[in-house]
Structures are given as structure tokens and as C-alpha cells.
């Protein structure tokens, strides 16, 4: 488990951020959220690491990831995983995040326009989740969607107050939180939204 950490590290110290955005892009250095249109950001990269970390991908896994965004952390999930299954309800950025994967030569990820908050039924289970969008409550389709013995990172609260939270499933259906950090994220969308 601690090769595959440093691996990670070492993927994510060797991306270049600045090419999944369209602007600031000389901004893309700097640890934090940053403006992608459409009162959407591209998460502060410390805080895209750490909540990859905390999945514990391993190759063989299905990953759902809530918010597409620019395709950032889509890139890191699918590097380190067997197959994202990604949702972004915005079509501009929908579209933007499929054509630059594609020019990565990443072929693993599934895309979908639409309401990530109540996950995408046809492929579930999952066996991690990742929500890059905060959420009044934890989304119970995204609970009902995780596998025994799965993982999901997702920013919980309001405006003003969130929780980064680790949620996984045990072999007997039985839910356990860890709160991770204290973040602030933008509103997810959709159902849950704030």
C-alpha cells in the first residue's frame, strides 16, 4: 500500500494542471482553487492528492466520480484505477474534459451528462465514490451504490461550513464516517444541492 501511495504522489508531483484549464493558467502553480467558468473551480491540488489518497485505488476498481470539472482528478482516478465512470452536469464542461482525456490517450473512463448526485444506477456497485462538489447531506443512491467494503470522499455542510468526510461501507452494509479535514467546496447540484 505505500508503493502505490508514492506512486500516486509521484504521478500527481509530475502533472501539469495548467492543461486542464482554459484560463489563469499561469495561475495553476499555486495550492488553490481556481476558476474554470461557470461558477465551477479546479480543486486546490493538495486537497485533490489528498482525497485520492484516502480511496486506497487499487487497479481493479470501479470508480464513480460526482463532478467531472475540468478532468483533473478524473485523470489521477483513472490512472490509479480500472475504470471511472465520471458525471458532470454541465455540457460545456462536460464536452471540454472528454476531448482533453481523449488527447491523454486515457481509455478507461466512462462519461455521462447529467445529475452525478444520485450516481449512475446502470454500472453500481462502485467500489469507490469521489463527490468534488459539497453536499447538504450524503446523497443515500451514493450510499445504496457503494460495494461492501467500499470508499467514498464527499464534502458535506453548507456555504459557509463543510466536512470532508471518508464514508465506507463494511461487509455487513453497516456505514463508518471519518471526518478528513475541513474544507469549503462548491454546491453540488442537482437533488442534494444546498
Known sequence: MENRRKEIIAYFREMDRSYFMDSNKDLASLDHALPIGFEQTISQPSLVLEMTLALDLKPCHKVLEVGTGSGFQTTLLAVFSGAVYTIERIEELYNRAKERLAQLNINNIHFKLGDGSIGWKEHAPFDRIM????????????????????????????????QLQLIEKDAEDKIHITLLNHVLFVPLKGKYEM
Open 131 to 162: 463527490v468534488t462538489a459539497a453536499a447538504i447531506e450524503v446523497p443515500k443512491e451514493l450510499i445504496e451504490q457503494l460495494n461492501r467494503g467500499g470508499k467514498m470522499v464527499i464534502p458535506v455542510g453548507n456555504s459557509v461550513s463543510q
